[in-house]
């Protein structure tokens, strides 16, 4: 029998180590803890060097993760801060980030933030190399101060964070201005001029992207379409609610207008409830677009018709957060801010 054959029938019962890559390859033991762990003392031929790789794949070797953490005197291992794995776009950005940090061999340990010193003792306690903050969904009006923490930091989304100005930390963020932007420019190419904008206050940047793009876009700026409310509540029916009543108020008024865009998806839904209710056809009649692109917007029993809405990249925010954190882990790079632009969804309600 073939001795690398036998060697892989032989050891296919049991978890597979480098002296059993070592018998099939004819190498010592250091050559191959060297080669496979990337150590340039490892002064073998490429032709060489390929063939190990090639055997311990086929053998189904799996680094033992305890012993090279205690061979390396490091973790691999980091912390992921999320509020809410009920909510889709959490659960998008943890998918991007896990997966991206499992290519690279690292594992993510999820942490709820309850008050400072529990978090930075669970840090520590953890052996955490790094960590990763996945914006803040709490309870409405409680923005929490990030704990200084001696393990550097990834911010993905810091609204409704404080602290976080103060401390040295790699930030991902949507640009949702943009977002809005590219949004009410779909509009004008359909012919729409008069565009209302439905939204919470504390959506400043998507405010500011829709207020930008009606002045550079030279369409009518008539602070009458723009209707803001607070954002007291947590409540999906709530947030509907004020879509629907702003709508409501702005029929009543006789302003004029064409399309609609909401600061939220929720908050679209409403708007759609009471253009539909008021005898209007959308987007026969008014064209409505939401954000976020929550599962819902393509489900009937959220709303009908199916919404057209902008959606953060939320996946590519989770790898670029893992990415960010990688590089400085392991390359000493300077923590940095990067901005992706989300996309324009299309469905039929514009």
């Known amino acids: 029998m073939n001795k690398r054959l036998f060697v892989l029938v032989k050891h296919m019962a049991k978890r597979v180590n ?60 980091i912390g992921c801060v999320i509020s809410d794995l009920e909510n889709h776009v959490q659960r998008s950005r943890l998918c991007g980030l896990v997966d991206r940090m499992n290519e690279q061999d690292y594992m993510v340990s999820l942490l709820r933030y309850k008050q400072a010193d529990i978090y930075v003792e669970t840090v520590n306690r953890q052996s955490l190399e790094g960590v990763v903050w996945s914006g803040w969904g709490g309870k409405v009006g409680a923005t929490p101060a990030l704990p200084a923490v001696t393990v550097p930091s990834v911010i993905i989304d810091p609204f409704g964070l404080t602290g976080f100005e103060t401390h040295s930390h790699s930030i991902v963020n949507a640009d949702r201005a943009a977002g809005i932007h590219q949004a009410i420019a779909y509009l004008a190419s359909c012919g729409h001029r008069r565009i209302a904008f439905v939204s919470a206050q504390t959506n400043v940047l998507r405010i500011a992207g829709y207020r930008s793009a009606v002045r550079e876009l030279g369409l009518d700026s008539d602070p009458a379409l723009e209707s803001t409310f607070d954002y007291l509540t947590e409540s999906a029916d709530l947030v509907r609610m004020q879509g629907y009543s702003a709508i409501q108020k702005l029929l009543a008024s006789k302003i004029p207008f064409t399309a609609v865009q909401a600061g939220n998806d929720v908050t679209a839904a409403g708007v759609v409830d009471a253009l ?75």
């Open 18 to 77: 480098l002296k059993d890559i070592a018998a099939a390859t004819n190498l010592d033991i250091s050559t191959i803890s060297r080669l496979l762990n990337g150590d340039p003392r490892a002064r073998v031929t490429a032709a060489r060097r390929e063939n190990v790789l090639k055997v311990a794949k086929e053998l189904g070797y799996i680094p033992n993760r305890t012993a090279r953490s205690l061979r390396l005197q490091r973790t691999h291992s």
């Open 276 to 350: 539909l209710e008021a005898g209007l056809q959308v987007p026969g009649d008014v064209a409505v677009i939401g954000y976020d692109n929550i599962e819902a917007s393509s489900s009937p029993l959220f709303t009908k018709p199916f919404l057209t809405s902008i959606a953060d990249p939320n996946y590519e925010m989770g790898v670029t957060a893992a990415q960010l954190l990688i590089d400085i882990l392991e390359n000493q790079s300077d923590p940095k801010e990067v901005i992706i632009p989300p996309a324009l969804v299309l469905r039929s309600s514009a």
